[in-house]
């Protein structure tokens, strides 16, 4: 991957159709990873940290001008080149499950990460 600005406009070049991919997915798991672990640190009730990173990751998905949350259905994410991107998404998961308010099993009988991001704690 290479990057340079031309003309106060940055450009980055990828190789791949895949590279893209694995940058665009990256950027949708990073992020919200990262302020997990930060309100994992967080003194306050779990709740509202839940409902502060639950906020973040809805506007992040759906803020933009394209829908980066359907990339997550691509078939092409289930490949192995994409296993680290997943593993992400899962540690997402199970940082919000490490929260003691909401590792129990809810009244549905499952965890608030299953319910959260039921489409890779399942896989």
């Known amino acids: 991957m290479r990057s340079g600005c031309v003309r ?10 895949d590279d893209i991919l694995d940058a665009l997915l990256a950027g949708t798991v990073d992020d919200p990873l990262q302020l997990a672990r930060e309100l994992l640190a967080g003194s ?5 940290r839940l409902h502060v990173l639950i906020v973040s990751d809805v506007t992040q998905l759906c803020g933009n001008r394209w829908n980066l949350g359907a990339l997550y259905l691509l078939p092409e994410v289930r490949l192995e080149r994409f296993e680290e991107f997943r593993l992400r998404a899962k540690s997402c998961g199970s940082v919000i499950g490490s929260w003691p308010a909401v590792s129990s099993p809810s009244a549905t009988g499952r965890s608030m990460p299953t319910i959260c991001r039921s489409g890779w704690s399942n896989r």
């Open 44 to 48: 306050e009730p779990a709740a509202p």
């Open 8 to 17: 106060r406009r940055c450009i980055t070049t990828f190789a791949t159709k």
